[in-house]
């Protein structure tokens, strides 16, 4: 099984912006977070604008966002943040994922998705592996993200182009990636364009969650 990659590169606790229109869900994850080591709880937002202006004042290294709230959602955070100079990974979670809404965040830039009815743990595990570079992708969206004609387009993988999906999909920058698999950093990067390539896909995060739908990846 892969290993993550370290938390950060911080010499202090993850700073953790969430921002969702639901107060029981905010409550439930500032309650899991208290417990967690590392990850420091610096604000929480009820809507797009309020999120915005706390993640200004507050810089979290991280921010979970629901795609839809009032006012704008996660996407259009997402983008109004684009090319900001320490802008935080975002994560995107929602409870009813739409197929053309998470392949927006996509091309956004959102470093992960998840669902909101998966255990407050992967969340925490996500926040994680994206403060660390990698990406994560909830294997319950994998299907959604990967639409109906991803199936003939992953038998033309290799082996190692799978291997190395896998483990990016782990979490895994490509330096990791290259360790694990006794190869070059560069070799990676290769593997990566042309899984990308074969799965007609725009970004390496969406050849991710195209490469997760279940039992086609080992």
Known sequence: MATEPAAHALDRSLRL?????HPAILDAIAQYVSGEDGIELVARAVD??????L????????????????GFGGIEILKRLAGSEGAP????????????LLLESLDAGARGFLAKESP????????RIVA??????????????????????????????????????????????ASVLFISPLTVRTHVKHAMDKLEADTRTQAVATALRQSLIA
Do not use: C, W
């Open 89 to 100: 990974a975002i994560i995107l979670f929602t409870g009813n994922p739409e197929q053309g």
């Open 120 to 127: 407050l743990a992967d969340l925490m595990r996500a926040v």
């Open 48 to 53: 797009g604008e309020q999120a915005l202006r």
């Open 17 to 21: 912006l969430v921002a969702d229109d």
């Open 132 to 177: 660390g570079g990698g990406t994560y992708i909830d294997p319950l969206l994998g299907s959604v993200l990967a639409g109906p004609q991803a199936t003939d387009r992953l038998h033309a993988l290799t082996k190692r182009e799978r291997e190395v999906l896998r483990l990016l999909a782990d979490g895994m920058r490509n330096e990791q990636v």
């Open 55 to 70: 993640i200004a004042e507050r810089r979290p290294d991280v921010a979970v966002l629901d795609i839809r709230m009032p």
